[in-house]
């Protein structure tokens, strides 16, 4: 199966979106003007999205690509639909601004990553050892 070259072009233009996305849904989370559910699900999705573990594992044939091409994708439109729209496309030209540079690996945002997954671990530790 050959893929054409405008389907190619709008399948980066697809990624590229969905990375602005996930980087305007952090700026978001952080807006005092979005309500708390709307912070939660920002929060979560990004925090998926940056994440080393998915909940499929990628190794898994077929089903390990599913959270990347349907689930994230699935979670950034629900969180997006859950700020006003003004507000995601200011936060959307601000992550253009900001994260449009070559290099954003950082040690200190692996280390935010892996503290999230661990203090949600603990939290669903002790959630589920008192019922």
Same mark, same amino acid.
């Given at each position: 199966?050959?893929?054409?070259?405008?389907?190619?072009?709008?399948?980066?233009?697809?990624?590229? !979106?969905?990375?602005? *996305?996930?980087?305007?849904?952090?700026?978001?989370?952080?807006?005092?003007?979005?309500?708390?559910?709307?912070?939660?699900?920002?929060?979560?999705?990004?925090?998926?999205?940056?994440?080393?573990? *998915?909940?499929?594992? *990628?190794?898994?044939?077929?089903?390990?690509?599913?959270?990347?091409?349907?689930?994230?994708?699935?979670?950034?439109?629900?969180?997006?639909?859950?700020?006003? !729209?003004?507000?995601?496309?200011?936060?959307?030209?601000?992550? !253009?601004?900001?994260?449009?540079?070559?290099?954003?690996?950082?040690?200190?945002?692996?280390?935010?990553?892996?503290?999230?997954?661990?203090?949600?671990?603990?939290?669903?530790?002790?959630?589920?050892?008192?019922?």
């Amino acid at each position: 199966m050959r893929v054409s070259a405008t389907m190619m072009s709008r399948l980066k233009s697809w990624a590229k !979106d969905l990375k602005r *996305d996930i980087g305007a849904l952090y700026l978001a989370s952080r807006c005092k003007e979005i309500g708390l559910l709307a912070k939660v699900i920002s929060v979560l999705v990004v925090a998926y999205a940056l994440s080393p573990v *998915d909940l499929i594992p *990628d190794f898994i044939p077929v089903l390990g690509y599913v959270d990347d091409l349907i689930i994230l994708p699935l979670g950034i439109a629900l969180a997006v639909h859950c700020i006003p !729209d003004e507000l995601m496309e200011k936060c959307r030209m601000e992550a !253009d601004r900001v994260f449009s540079r070559e290099t954003h690996k950082s040690f200190a945002g692996a280390l935010v990553i892996i503290l999230i997954w661990c203090l949600l671990a603990y939290w669903g530790f002790r959630v589920f050892r008192h019922h």
